[in-house]
């Protein structure tokens, strides 16, 4: 990760500091306002910074723990920008529209999922040609229609444990989705927001496609690294499994070794003596009966 110095920096080049007119803003805001100019509020860069480093540290404990972190960017100029960075780190994303219930009615829009795949399958299949060049077009039709909202979270198996999202403003049914459920949830913030809305607030311009490009940019890197980490300490625990396999197997084959060793030899001081006799069978000499010659 960069300095702090290096960062902010790079936040005041692409324009995060601009907020919206004066006429716009959100009094709740107002700790993360440094000043004003010509009637544009602008941002604090100190905070910021504070704000995105505390939630990339956030975001990077939660995919180094194996769970799927969510984003949502449905307005036009960050759509491109957030579908990227999380088809880099292979998590879900919702970038062309929100559908109602996405998050609280998840069951049944595993259903919609399942049909997509199966209308891909069945055009994929080789039994294919028996369809109709009319029921093709329909059902091609009808998968990118769906590919369109459902694509970006195709692989998405439970619900995510966290929701990213660009303008929480913007995006308010999928976070007022995520608070019901109780997933986390972080989020760029103007000044035209509540940033009290969100778990994880980051005091930025959500308007510009540069702005939203570094700090988007930046979470992402921090999700790779916990990513990152989460494969070498499964690497390593599978390595340590494998020696005390090894180890193990070593054991007992030198276990088996002793005792094949100890079971020659016994056999060796036995024979030693030659061969013994086997004892009569009944006991030793016959007795005489009574009554009978002598």
Aim: with cysteine; hydrophobic share 35%.
């Amino acid at each position: 990760m960069e300095t702090n110095t290096s960062l902010q920096q790079q936040l005041l080049e692409a324009g995060v500091h601009f907020g919206h007119l004066k006429k716009k803003w959100n009094p709740k805001m107002l700790p993360y306002i440094f000043a004003e100019k010509k009637g544009i509020h602008i941002i604090d860069l100190n905070k910021t910074v504070d704000h995105l480093q505390e939630t990339a540290a956030a975001m990077k404990q939660i995919a180094k723990s194996g769970k799927k972190i969510m984003f949502v960017a449905t307005k036009k100029q960050a759509k491109e920008i957030v579908s990227d960075c999380a088809k880099r780190v292979n998590m879900p994303y919702a970038t062309e529209r929100w559908l109602g219930g996405m998050l609280t009615n998840f069951n049944t829009v595993r259903k919609s999922v399942k049909k997509m795949q199966s209308i891909e399958k069945l055009l994929s299949d080789a039994n294919a040609d028996s369809l109709t060049k009319k029921e093709k077009l329909t059902l091609a039709r009808d998968k990118d229609k769906m590919e369109k909202v459902l694509g970006g979270i195709a692989q998405m198996s439970r619900l995510p444990a966290a929701l990213f999202l660009v303008d929480i403003g913007h995006e308010h049914i999928a976070l007022a989705e995520a608070k019901r459920l109780g997933i986390t949830t972080f989020g760029m913030v103007d000044t035209n927001c509540d940033p009290n809305k969100v778990d994880f607030s980051i005091p930025s311009n959500d308007d510009a496609t540069k702005s939203v490009a570094i700090i988007t940019n930046y979470i992402t890197a921090a999700i790779a690294e916990g990513l990152a980490e989460r494969q070498a300490a499964k690497d390593e625990d599978e390595e340590e499994v494998d020696n005390e396999n090894e180890a193990k197997a070593a054991r007992l084959q030198a276990e088996a070794e002793a005792e094949g060793g100890n079971t020659a030899g016994g056999r060796g001081r036995q024979s030693e003596g030659g061969p013994k006799r086997r004892a009569p069978q009944g006991g030793g000499a016959r007795k005489p009966q009574a009554g009978g010659k002598r």
